[in-house]
C-alpha cells in the first residue's frame, strides 16, 4: 500500500527488460479504441510515458482485493522458441531454412515493444519478388531485407510487406518479450498441432 501523495520511483527492470505496475484503479486517460495503452507504431492513445511523468489515478474500488506479487522467472541464458514454419518459408532457400533452425542468434539491442530484432546469419530468398502487404500475427517471424529475422511482440503492426518464414508459440512470448540484448536465440521448428 502506498500513502497518498507518495512518489513512487520504478527504475531499471532487474529481470528481463521491462517492469511492470498495477495500480488500483487504474490509470485515468481517456480509452482511445477501448484502451488506455500507448501503441508506440500507430501513435495512438497517451502519450509514451518521459522521465518525470505524473499519471492520473481512477477511484479506488470500494472493495480492495489482496494482490501478491507474481515472481516472474530470470531470463533463459538463452532463449528458446518453438516455431512452426511457414506461410512463406518457401520463399527462402532450404539451405536459409535449415540455418534458421540449426544456427544461433542473438537479440538485439534495436529490439522493442514492436520487434525483438536479431543478429545473426542472414537468410536467403530463394525468390526475388516483391509481397503484397498482408495480416500479421503475435509472433510472426518477418525476414526484411537485412535477412535478419525479427520476432513481433505486443505493438507489432496489423500488416507488413516481408515474407515471415515462422510463427512462434504463444507460451514462448512472453520469455521473447523480455529477453535482453545480446541473449543468444535459437529457433525450433515444431510441428502443427
Known sequence: RVRAGSVVDVGAARRGVRSYLAVSGGIAVDPVLGSRSTDLLSGLGPAPLTDGAVLPLGPPPVRHTHVDVAPQ?????????RVTLGPRHDWFTPAAVRTFTSRAYRVSPASNRIGLRTTGPALERATHRELPSEGMVLGAVQVPPDGTPVVFLADHPTTGGYPVIAVVRPADLPAAAQAVPGTPVRFVAVRRR
Not at 73 to 81: K, T
Open 73 to 81: 522467472p530470470a531470463p533463459p541464458e538463452e532463449l528458446v522458441l
